[in-house]
Every structure is written in structure tokens, then in C-alpha cells.
């Protein structure tokens, strides 16, 4: 199983019980992903378990598989990878911009530009990965 076979519903159910410290009960998932009842939860609680993500202890459901893809699990927060080399490219431009404006040359333009377009395709994709994983 890998995350792209995971979509849709069943996809934040997963997320959403990984970003938990302790087990988490179908009701709860039902309530904090606003979903409309306990047994859509309870179907997508036993895909997951059937896939082997997920499992059921007495307090609930835990992760007993990590599939993260191109994210990094960090305490209870899943951070999308691109978001490192986005905040690389951003604090890149701001020194550019900063430090390197005194003397304007056609090649700190042309960085300007790279460093412009490059991080704004990975602040895209850190926007688009973070409401693939929003509750």
C-alpha cells in the first residue's frame, strides 16, 4: 500500500489518526473530519485496517504503518519536504534582495528571477500538499 492508493476520505482518516499522540475512537474521527456518520469512519477504519495501516486497540485506532511519501513527521505535524526547500529558495531571495541590491548587474536580476520563479513553484506545492492533508 502507498499513499497515492490512498484518496479521498479514507486519506484523512489516515492523516488524521497519525497526527494523533494516543488512539483515537470512530465518534472522534467522526466529530474533528466532520464526516456524516460513524459508519462511513467504521468503513474507512476497516479498509485501513485491511490494507494493514492502521489498527484497533482498546482505546481505539493507532497507526501501526508510516507511508509518508514527501512528508516529514515531526513531534504531531506532518510537514511537507518541499517546504525546507522552499524556505531555502525564500531566505535565499531575501539576502538577494537584502544584501546584493547595491549593485545591479544583469546576473543578480537573472537570480531574481530563478530564485522568484523557483520558490514560488515550492510554495505551491508546500500550499497544495498541506490541504491534501487539511482536516
Known sequence: MSVESLYGTRRKIYYYILRQKNAVSIR????????????LVQY???KLEEDGL???????????????SDYV???????PISAFLASFFLTSLIILVVFLRSHIIASQVFSDIIISISASIFVYDVIKKYREIKL
Open 54 to 68: 492502521i489498527k484497533e486497540t482498546e482505546k481505539g485506532y493507532v497507526v501501526s504503518k508510516v507511508i509518508l
Open 44 to 46: 474507512h477504519l476497516k
Open 28 to 39: 472522534k474521527i467522526q466529530r474533528d473530519l466532520n464526516l456524516s456518520s460513524p459508519s
Open 73 to 79: 513527521k515531526f513531534a504531531n505535524f506532518l510537514i
